[in-house]
């Protein structure tokens, strides 16, 4: 089933037990995320992971683990990322199964209304169904601006615009960099803190990050800076972090090259996209547009997804080491052109 209008946040602070199969699905997985993540402390479980394959492997695994009790007493919810309609059948067979102990979460991402998994989780009144709409501009302040008020910060005006389009208007990276932001300035709940442009400045929230400037290292070609950040371990980003980075970077040059290919200058393409692009960051986009047209910024794209999908299954060389090959790629590649 679907939760009604403006009842979500009830369902996942206060779940109904009768509940077994929760599909957070839809083009903001960061946000589906976060909703899987609330649900967690609704339910106050630990969470256990399944792997997608193994579901789709053996359809009784979900029934079987869910039936199963926590090896140490406590209550736990299995975790499916990246789910898809490859878990229907085991899905079908929980939803059928006498009973069970512990629910199962899957997060998805942009499935049809087709989807078999979508039908049988909205048809089903043991399982509920979400989808995590991208957020517009305004949306995404308004977001920006909650999640700081959980954190303690009041921002500055203009700032929850600049937070929320360095984070292409993802949920989850907005949470990590109120988080980093509240604990440079000693924010809590019961002190407020004022935070001035001079003071996101000073740490690269909202702009300047560790793993978008390894995003733009590869992307300019510079290999020596990039292999000394690497090796230097001088971001704390989780891998798939880096990754999205670099997607919401290659996003942002698609259109701007766009306008090049028409015969613009760079410069003035950059000047055209107005406050997507962050002031300090005006000449690096136009030096990065200048250097990979969109044939070449598509293939990256495409690359970095395919990357992206085998960090989360897990069928790849460990994290760390993945994203240091296809980044060096990158750099090699833009040394080329």
Not at 225 to 237: G, K, N, Y
Not at 253 to 265: F, H, N, T, Y
């Amino acid at each position: 089933m679907r939760p009604a209008k403006g009842s979500l946040g009830r369902a996942l602070d206060r779940p109904d037990r009768a509940i077994r199969f929760y599909l957070f699905y839809g083009p903001d997985e960061g946000q589906s995320r976060a909703h899987g993540e609330r649900l967690l402390k609704g339910l106050e479980a630990e969470k256990a992971s399944v792997s997608a394959q193994a579901a789709k492997t053996d359809p009784a695994l979900l029934a079987d683990e869910a039936a199963a009790m926590g090896l140490f007493g406590g209550r736990r919810a299995l975790w499916v990322e990246p789910a898809g309609d490859e878990i229907a059948s085991a899905v079908e067979a929980l939803l059928d199964a006498s009973s069970v102990e512990s629910p199962v979460i899957a997060i998805a991402g942009g499935l049809r209304k087709t989807s078999p998994l979508v039908k049988l989780a909205e048809a089903d009144p043991h399982a509920l169904a979400h989808i995590s709409y991208e957020l517009g501009e305004r949306d995404a302040e308004r977001v920006v601006d909650e999640l700081a008020r959980d954190e303690g910060l009041r921002l500055a005006p203009g700032l929850a615009a600049r937070i929320a389009s360095a984070a292409g208007n993802e949920r989850g990276i907005i949470a990590q960099e109120l988080a980093k932001l509240a604990l440079y300035t000693g924010a809590t709940k019961e002190a407020f803190t004022l935070v001035e442009r001079d003071t996101l400045d000073e740490i690269g929230a909202g702009a300047e990050g560790d793993w978008m400037r390894l995003a733009d290292l590869a992307l300019g070609g510079e290999l020596e800076r990039l292999s000394h950040e690497l090796d230097a371990s001088a971001t704390d980003a989780e891998p798939i972090t880096v990754v999205r980075a670099l997607q919401r970077r290659l996003l942002m040059l698609a259109p701007i090259r766009s306008k090049v290919d028409q015969g613009m200058r760079p410069h003035d393409a950059v000047t055209s996209a107005g406050k997507s692009v962050f002031f300090k960051e005006k000449e690096l986009v136009a030096r990065l547009v200048s250097l990979w047209d969109s044939t070449a910024l598509a293939r990256v794209l495409e690359r970095s997804g395919a990357l992206e999908r085998r960090l989360m299954s897990g069928d790849s060389p460990p994290p760390a080491e993945a994203l240091e090959q296809e980044l060096v790629a990158i750099a090699r590649t833009a040394r080329r052109r």
